[in-house]
């Protein structure tokens, strides 16, 4: 199993999570193991949706997870969208990014 953080909530980061929820068999069979979201990182609350467990306001949470290996930036933005994912790289995961803009600024670091 490989478990994912996702950081942000918005329109992109809802798809994410509910493509990865609602394919999950099809997406394990694909990849040769399951791939479940393990935290969300969003300032905002969610409390109707069914995996409202899921979510955090601490960066930290993912971070500093040594089972989360991939996070998946769609905060948009560069900050804190930058310092984030550079602490994510920088903490051995691989990161999965929507954001153009910090991809065009910071890309080749």
Known sequence: MVYVGVMG???VGSG???VLQRNA???AKRAGTEIRIKRILDLRDFPDLSYHQL???DVGDILGDPEIKIVVEV????NP???FTRKALESGK???TSNKELVALHGAE
């Open 75 to 78: 905060m948009g933005g560069i």
């Open 25 to 27: 068999d099809s997406i």
């Open 9 to 11: 909530h918005g329109t």
């Open 81 to 83: 969208a930058y310092t």
């Open 94 to 96: 691989h990161v999965v």
């Open 55 to 57: 979510f955090t306001k």
């Open 16 to 18: 994410v999570a509910e």
